[in-house]
C-alpha cells in the first residue's frame, strides 16, 4: 500500500516560471484534495474533486493557479506564472467515501520561488 | 474567517504529564471532529476523531472530548512522550458529508525531557 504519492519533493523555480505539481491518490478513493501550507495561513484547502469532477475550487488564490484530474489515478496543480509569495509547502491527499478516517496525505511538495 | 480555530500556536509540556490541546470551532453544521498529527517533512497523519453525538473518543493515550454548546474540543495526551513532539490539526467536516474538512492552524507540541 504506497499511500498517496506526490512529486516532486522539493522543487526550487525562479519567478515567472510554470510549476506543475503531481499527485497519485490511493487506489480505489473517489476523492482528491489540494491544500498549501504556510506559516501565516495554516492548511488552507485550494480545491477537491470528487469522481474526478472539480467540486469545490474557492480556495483557489487566482488565475495563476489551475488544477486537472484527468482520470482517478492522476492530478496535477499547476501554477503559471509562479511569483514569490506562492512559495509554500503544497499537500495532495485523498479519501474513501465518507471515510471515518478522514483524508490519507502525501508527504507533500516544498515549492520555493525566487 | 476561522472555522477552526487553535488559539496556542505551541505548547510544551514534561514528558510523563498530561498534554491538553484546545480547539474551537464556529460553524455549528460540523458533525465530524478529527485530530491529525504531522511531523516535519511528512504529511499529516489521522490521529483520532469524534462524531457531534458524541461527548468523549478515547484511544489509548489520546482522548477527544467533545463540548457542543460551548463549541469547543480538546484533545488530551496521557502520559505524553517525546514521540508526541509534532504539530497537531484540529478539523472538523460540515454535515453534508462531501469529505471536505477544515483545518485549524496547528498547534506544536514540544514534550520536555
Known amino acids: 500500500d504506497a499511500g498517496v504519492i506526490q512529486s516532486p519533493r522539493h522543487e526550487v523555480t525562479e519567478m515567472g516560471q510554470e510549476v506543475t505539481l503531481r499527485c497519485k491518490p490511493i487506489s480505489g478513493h473517489n476523492s482528491l484534495f489540494w491544500y498549501r501550507q504556510t506559516m501565516m495561513r495554516g492548511l488552507e484547502l485550494l480545491i477537491y474533486?470528487?469522481?474526478?469532477?472539480?467540486?469545490?475550487d474557492s480556495g483557489m488564490p487566482e488565475d495563476r493557479f489551475s488544477a486537472k484530474m484527468p482520470n482517478a489515478s492522476f492530478s496535477t496543480l499547476k501554477i503559471q506564472p509562479s511569483e514569490p509569495r506562492d512559495s509554500a509547502v503544497y499537500f495532495c491527499?485523498?479519501?474513501?467515501?465518507?471515510?471515518?478516517?478522514?483524508?490519507?496525505f502525501g508527504p507533500g511538495t516544498r515549492l520555493t520561488v525566487l | 474567517d476561522q472555522q477552526v480555530k487553535q488559539n496556542s500556536p505551541s505548547l510544551s509540556v514534561q514528558e510523563g504529564r498530561i498534554s491538553i490541546l484546545n480547539c474551537d470551532y464556529t460553524?455549528?453544521?460540523?458533525?465530524?471532529f478529527l485530530w491529525y498529527k504531522k511531523y516535519p517533512a511528512e504529511g499529516p497523519t489521522f490521529l483520532i476523531s469524534i462524531s457531534s453525538i458524541k461527548d468523549k473518543n478515547e484511544d489509548g493515550r489520546f482522548t477527544v472530548f467533545l463540548n457542543k454548546s460551548a463549541k469547543h474540543l480538546s484533545l488530551h495526551i496521557v502520559p505524553s512522550q517525546p514521540g508526541d513532539s509534532a504539530v497537531y490539526f484540529c478539523a472538523a467536516r460540515t454535515m453534508n458529508r462531501d469529505d471536505k474538512i477544515i483545518f485549524g492552524k496547528g498547534t506544536r507540541l514540544h514534550i520536555l525531557p
Open positions: 460553524n455549528s453544521m460540523f458533525d465530524y
Open positions: 491527499a485523498s479519501s474513501g467515501l465518507a471515510g471515518e478516517k478522514g483524508q490519507f
Open positions: 474533486f470528487n469522481n474526478n469532477v472539480p467540486i469545490d
